[in-house]
């Protein structure tokens, strides 16, 4: 059992930064991918990028050039680094990790809010 722990969440006025931090009890090497997830108020868990274990990535569109995926195997930590803050990423934000076996690992999330 892995236990994932998100940080680095908080208030950040739009056009700022901010990153993410998502520390696993265990090791992440293995994980087949990682990805970030966020959820707002009355909208359905989205999907914002992915790194598999090879290390390629994937975002959705509307956080190209923005966002970016990182992993550190030897820290067991990925990392959301995010630029260029909209209001519209305001959004809880989940740490997932796929093991090798199938089997899913969430993190209990970190609020994100872009405001002015």
């Known amino acids: 059992q892995v236990q994932l722990v998100e940080s680095g969440g908080g208030l950040v006025q739009p056009g700022g930064s901010l990153r993410l931090s998502c520390v696993a009890s265990g090791s992440i090497s293995n994980m087949a991918y990682m990805r970030w997830y966020r959820q707002s108020p009355g909208k359905q868990r989205e999907l914002v990028a992915t790194i598999i274990r090879g290390g390629d990535t994937n975002y959705i569109t509307s956080v190209k050039g923005r966002f970016t995926i990182s992993r550190d195997n030897a820290k067991n930590t990925l990392y959301l680094q995010m630029n260029g803050l909209k209001p519209e990423d305001t959004a809880v934000y989940y740490c997932?990790?796929?093991?090798?076996?199938?089997?899913?690992?969430w993190g209990q999330g970190t609020q994100v809010t872009v405001s002015s």
């Open positions: 997932h990790g796929r093991g090798a076996t199938g089997i899913g690992y």
